[in-house]
């Protein structure tokens, strides 16, 4: 057979039309309406959740009346009421030189000092009181177990003093509520005497093997820790004794920057800041002394203050050493012995 008695294609040109609209026009339509159909439906739903439509109801809420007593309640946001002898905030901002590490103490230009404006003021008096002997009591290791400063700011007489440790946690918050108290603060300077090399004083602590810079260093980590205390206490190991090149170093830097001093030995006639307020402590209450040995001590206190008019004591702040300070200096008034501020002894005030 010839190619001419074939039998013919059939024309691409008028096939291709006809089988592509049967094959796949139904399918193209139901795509785009569903596609159209899957747009309107989220845009309904993004605007009923726009609406809050799909969200649950609030809860109710009942509000309760409450009648509050007279005293607010101690919470974490107020612990107690405040003192009506409590100390102004601090610190001044005439006081102040500041550092990375914080803000250090130092003298205003228009002469107050640290000593004068954060020592509790003693109570005025209507006529010259007589020359009745004065004992004061430093409260050292504050802010260390916060439940027992609490506890020895909250029971203690105001006119009491504390003494802070550098190392104290929410120190700042803390010298706040003894000052809200109407108690002064000091500085418990962390030492380790010659005697005591072993002894754990922390790692910031002043050391006599250490250089001058090395302590100064020390010191001014110390002293920048919190702001607002009237000065510095000095105690190192059981005895409580520092080294004539630390104790030189504290004096010069109380002197300096306006602060009090507190150890165990006054300073040297040939230091260099004769000027400093400096006091002697003449009794150390230890940590472990038993109860009849506290009383001891603060019996011998009191003797001390009426043989040279005034006397200064340091205890460790304990539970114990709570209670039998209380009931001490409950009974001051009867043996005609007055009991003021650290501070007071330091600036040598009646």
Do not use: C
């Not at 109570?123 to 004992?135: D, G, L, N, T």
């Not at 504390?162 to 500085?187: K, T």
């Not at 009090?260 to 209450?285: E, F, M, W, Y």
């Amino acid at each position: 057979m010839s190619m001419s008695e074939a039998t013919p294609l059939p024309s691409l040109e008028s096939s291709s039309p006809t089988a592509i609209q049967g094959s796949s026009g139904p399918h193209a339509s139901f795509a785009i309406a569903m596609s159209v159909l899957t747009l309107m439906t989220l845009g309904a739903l993004g605007i009923a959740w726009h609406k809050g439509w799909f969200r649950a109801p609030p809860l109710p809420t009942v509000i309760v009346p409450i009648d509050w007593p007279g005293e607010p309640i101690v919470t974490s946001a107020a612990r107690r009421p405040l003192s009506p002898h409590g100390l102004p905030p601090a610190p001044d901002p005439r006081l102040i030189e500041i550092i990375p590490e914080g803000v250090l103490p130092i003298r205003a230009d228009d002469g107050a000092t640290p000593l004068s404006v954060y020592a509790r003021p003693l109570p005025p008096q209507a006529e010259p009181a007589p020359m009745e002997p004065r004992v004061a009591i430093i409260l050292r290791g504050a802010g260390i177990g916060q439940l027992a400063t609490l506890e020895a700011i909250l029971r203690l007489p105001s006119d009491m003093s504390f003494a802070l440790s550098p190392y104290a946690r929410e120190i700042d918050r803390q010298s706040g509520e003894i000052r809200e108290e109407g108690h002064e603060v000091f500085l418990d300077v962390p030492l380790i005497s010659r005697e005591q090399i072993f002894e754990d004083a922390g790692p910031k602590a002043l050391m006599p093997t250490a250089g001058e810079a090395e302590n100064l260093t020390r010191l001014k980590w110390s002293m920048a820790r919190v702001a607002g205390y009237a000065g510095l206490l000095a105690i190192s190991g059981s005895d409580g004794l520092i080294t004539p090149d630390v104790k030189d170093l504290l004096t010069r830097q109380a002197e300096t920057r306006g602060l009090g001093l507190v150890t165990h030995s006054l300073p040297d006639k040939t230091t260099s800041a004769p000027q400093t307020n400096h006091a002697r402590i003449d009794i150390l209450i230890h940590r472990d002394v038993p109860p009849n040995g506290i009383d001891e001590a603060l019996e011998r206190l009191t003797a001390e203050a009426k043989k040279n008019g005034s006397a200064l004591g340091v205890a460790v702040i304990t539970p114990l050493a709570i209670e039998r300070l209380k009931k001490w200096s409950e009974g001051l008034a009867a043996q005609g012995v007055r009991l003021v501020p650290a501070s007071a002894v330091l600036l040598q005030q009646r």
